[in-house]
């Protein structure tokens, strides 16, 4: 392999990535009547899943119930949105010479910890999406797309919950 083609990519302005998520988002209000969101294929994957290992509980269960489709999890424009996002990212990453297999750390934390921080961090975040009733993308952009002040509040909490956290955790970087 020739050296300059494992040289990965510049990454592309914020400035441009902004103006490519408005229009993404822009696009998924025109095409589907839906905005963008993440939380609700997990919420949808964890019913199906649990429908699969115990329906009668599930049935009876008054939260994961409400989220057994009818034509299944394949039927569901999330699901195919989550899809395409795996398959860009791929691409992107492969288009860029950024993919790698490797877990980002500090020097000072071990790889098992680090997997662990992320996911203690992604079983909190998950719970905060289910209180909040969404997540980030469909919150903030979504609900910022079309100004919904509940957007905006849950923007101010979710930025200064980040920078608090980062505040405490810098350390783990260095």
Do not use: Q
């Amino acid at each position: 392999m020739v050296a300059e083609h494992s040289t990965p990519h510049a990454f592309l302005s914020p400035l441009l990535t902004g103006v490519g998520l408005g229009a993404t988002l822009y696009a998924a209000f025109l095409l589907t009547g839906h905005g963008l969101g993440a939380f609700g294929f997990f919420r949808d994957l964890t019913a199906a899943l649990a429908a699969w290992t115990d329906p009668f509980w599930t049935s009876e269960n008054a939260y994961l119930s409400n989220f057994l489709s009818e034509g299944g999890l394949l039927s569901g424009w999330i699901t195919w949105e989550i899809g395409g996002v795996a398959i860009g990212g791929l691409l992107g990453s492969l288009a860029a010479r950024r993919f790698r297999f490797k877990i980002e750390r500090g020097a000072g934390v071990a790889s098992v910890s680090r997997l662990a921080y992320a996911l203690f961090g992604g079983v909190l975040t998950g719970l905060g999406a289910a209180l909040a009733r969404g997540c980030t993308s469909g919150l903030g952009l979504s609900g910022g797309a079309v100004l919904s002040s509940g957007a905006f509040v849950f923007l101010l909490g979710f930025f200064l919950a980040g920078v608090l956290a980062a505040i405490g955790l810098k350390g783990l970087w260095k």
